[in-house]
């Protein structure tokens, strides 16, 4: 089931939201550019109006709390009860534009809530390995980004994140070491796939999508390693999550 929280699907947020947003992003992306001297590159890919769709590599506790200050709009993200259990980190996420989904929300309705923020013109962020990954290998993606940007005809932004010394495996401690995020290429859908209407998009179309976008985060990933001085992680050692 989805929590329904005040507004959440209004693409036009009240002027108290948008004043919370814009100074926990800056808090947020205060504190990254202090303990970890965080350096984006490749901001200027992302587009100025409209929708689109956010898809980082991810490897750490800390990632969504980097992806938000990677853009100055709004950028929605979905995220389970669990991540809303303490009270500071709740509002945090739901002043940066955090979805939450309750326990045992359907597959059906997550990908609805997902069309329903992208219909109204506004960014989402999809971590499309589902889950933390390890190592230096970006596995086999899961195809909801590829299904959603095909269906809504909104590019895929991939983003590399070079954060593997911030955590150490199964540590709680967040090192004051160097991060790089680095913004590729948007990716575009078939033409023609993307009305939002019911119409079937071919399992052909989104298959190919989701293997551009995984060749693109691997290579975007590897960078920002190297940029961020891990460039032999290997997600042990070197402090992947």
Known sequence: MIRHQTSWDDPTPSLSARIGFDFVRALVHGLCRLWFRIEIIGRERFPVTGAFIVSPVHRSYIDTLLIMTITRRRLRFMGGESLWQCRPLAWILSALGGIRLEPGTPLRATLRVAERVLEG????????????GEGPVVEKLFDGPAYLASRQGVPIIPVGIGAARAMRPGGRIVWPTKVVVLIGEPIWPEPGTGDGG????????????????????????????????????AGTESGGL
Not at 121 to 132: Q, T, V, Y
Not at 211 to 223: K, R, T, W
């Open 121 to 132: 013109g506004e960014p989402l962020a999809i971590f499309p390995e589902g889950s933390r």
């Open 198 to 233: 019911d119409r079937h998009i071919p399992r052909r179309f989104v298959g190919e999508l989701s293997e551009v976008l995984q060749g693109d985060l691997q290579n975007l990933f590897e960078e920002a390693q190297q940029r961020a001085g891990t460039p032999n992680y």
